[in-house]
T-cell receptor, first 112, second 112 residues
Framework: DAGITQSPRHKVTETGTPVTLRCHQT?????MYWYRQDPGHGLRLIHY???????DKGEVSDGYSVSRSKTEDFLLTLESATSSQTSVYFC???????????FGPGTRLTVT | QQQVKQSPQSLIVQKGGISIINCAYE??????FPWYQQFPGKGPALLIA?????SEKKEGRFTISFNKSAKQFSLHIMDSQPGDSATYFC???????????FGTGTSLTVIP
């Protein structure tokens, strides 16, 4: 997985609670992405980062925020989790020298 | 709306046969078209990718055919093997490479 780890790998939480997912990379890649994967929708981009403290919204950003204080870490926060945010979340990185993305192993989040 | 439309949703092929998965797009600004392979419980992995300046790219048993005028591209898996059984996603990106749009995925089963 090109030196990408995600934590936690599994999480069950209750509606209304805040949740933070972490993506850590050892590749020194400039770009980092958060996607969610749902049946019938494929992968949809939530937010991405093009450098430390530089982030932008993707196509499904409502209800999510991100932060990137170091090159190696990209955090995804659900301020107040809802059942519609039950999904598998994938982090990806890209060096910037080409378009190739590398994906982490995913985090399965269940909001009850 | 779905920026990249993928079909079929599922595909069953006999060992040794040819698997064909199709994708279509509308945005002519897209200039990078990758295919990803995903095994259960794993993150997607880049399989092969193409730029619109060529009509075909081959890597081993995997070939991308690209039809710029029709705004379609397809993945062909020759001599399909049971180990190819996975979910395949097509995707597209614009020249910034910041946003990637994925198809909804095709579940391929290769029967021995």
């Amino acid at each position: 997985d090109a030196g990408i780890t995600q934590s936690p790998r599994h999480k069950v939480t209750e509606t209304g609670t805040p949740v933070t997912l972490r993506c850590h990379q050892t590749e020194n890649h400039r770009y980092m992405y958060w996607y969610r994967q749902d049946p019938g929708h494929g992968l949809r981009l939530i937010h991405y980062s093009y450098g430390v403290k530089d982030t932008d919204k993707g196509e499904v950003s409502d209800g999510y925020s991100v932060s990137r204080s170091k090159t190696e870490d990209f955090l995804l926060t659900l301020e107040s989790a809802t059942s519609s945010q039950t999904s598998v979340y994938f982090c990806a990185t890209r060096s910037g020298e080409n378009y190739e993305q590398y994906f982490g192993p995913g985090t399965r989040l269940t909001v009850t | 709306q779905q920026q990249v439309k993928q079909s079929p949703q599922s595909l069953i092929v006999q060992k040794g046969g040819i698997s064909i998965i199709n994708c279509a797009y509308e945005n002519t600004a897209f200039d990078y078209f990758p295919w990803y392979q995903q095994f259960p419980g794993k993150g997607p992995a880049l399989l092969i990718a193409i730029r619109p300046d060529v009509s075909e790219k081959k890597e081993g048993r995997f070939t991308i055919s690209f039809n710029k005028s029709a705004k379609q591209f397809s993945l062909h898996i020759m001599d399909s093997q049971p180990g190819d059984s996975a979910t395949y996603f097509c995707a597209a990106s614009k020249n910034t490479g910041n946003q990637f749009y994925f198809g909804t995925g095709t579940s391929l089963t290769v029967i021995p």
